[in-house]
């Protein structure tokens, strides 16, 4: 559409000036041999002004319809988006919940993308309080399980729920409330710093923002930048670094202070030393609370309270740090090999 525009412009210039010369040449030529019938050169010269008025709003035209072209193609996109089928249903009844009790648990959960099955009879209960652990191969079905939870996406077969109660029975927005998580890739708005650190929680005073940072290892970082909070961090946040970026969404689960934790690999973007910093940070957030964790560092999550290895979306193997290590099977390969480098 732009190079039909671009050329539209000087197309109809050049037509224009074409068409005018033509007149030009050929009522001249009927003026001077004086064989133009009643057709005086004032009359002709005014013929000439009025014509040359009637170009530009025949342009003007020719925009109206490429401007009608661009907003058909805007509003074609914008009701996709917003026509868009909801995956995720709330019950018409929808339970309330307030807080969380017991514990999460997962009955022969499967789940699959159309066709692919991603996960296949799940069984996992996550006691409260308790540190669940998820290892496994890039692609195994880690942050797919982390994600049905907070119902990102709903199980295909199987029952997950909480305090003996299906999720899908519950209120969306209180159920989704419970739950503080850092995602894999970190989910920011072209907003500032505090904003993106706020967001969800309605009433984030400054000073309670800046101890989530600080607790995040974020407050250094922030604090040199020249706006400090009110920093725009662009698209996505494509104005600060992995680390920074993730740090921004550890400190807003810190603020949220929620009593179900889900970490996917919070911390993988970090250098070591930032990285024991952060972890001391999130050790002292999970002291009692409920967490899932996905880590590919082992060193992370060795004090688990259980272990789940997923291969290819089953359980395979399951146990604390030391009875795995026992059981001599894919867990101690990948802490074998970790070690070595
Ligand atoms: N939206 C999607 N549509 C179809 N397939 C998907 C979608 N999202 C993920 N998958 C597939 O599901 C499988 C599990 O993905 P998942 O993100 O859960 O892996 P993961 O264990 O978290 O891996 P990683 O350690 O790399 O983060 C992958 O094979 C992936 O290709
Ligand atoms: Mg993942």
Redesign the pocket.
Known sequence: MQYRRDLASPLSEFMGVLVLCGILFFGGQLILEGNAGGLTDKGFIMYIGIFTQIISPAKALSTSFYNMQKGTAAITRIEQVLRAPVVVEEAINAKAIIGFDNAIEFKNVSFS??D?V?LKNINLTIQKGKTIALV??????????A?LIPRFHDVSSGELLIDGVNIKDYNLMQLRHLMGIVT?EPILFNDTIANNIKLGIDNGTEQAVMNAAKIANAHNFISQKEEGYDTNIGDRGGKLSGGERQRLTIARAVLKNPPILIL??ATSSLDTESERLVQDAINNLMANRTSIV?A?RLSTIRHADEIIV?QK?EIVERGTHDSLLIQNGFYKKLVTMQEVK
């Open positions: 993308y159309e692919t991603i496994g191969s890039s692609g195994a079905g880690k942050s797919t399980l994600d894999q996917d690999e996905i590919h997923l979306g």
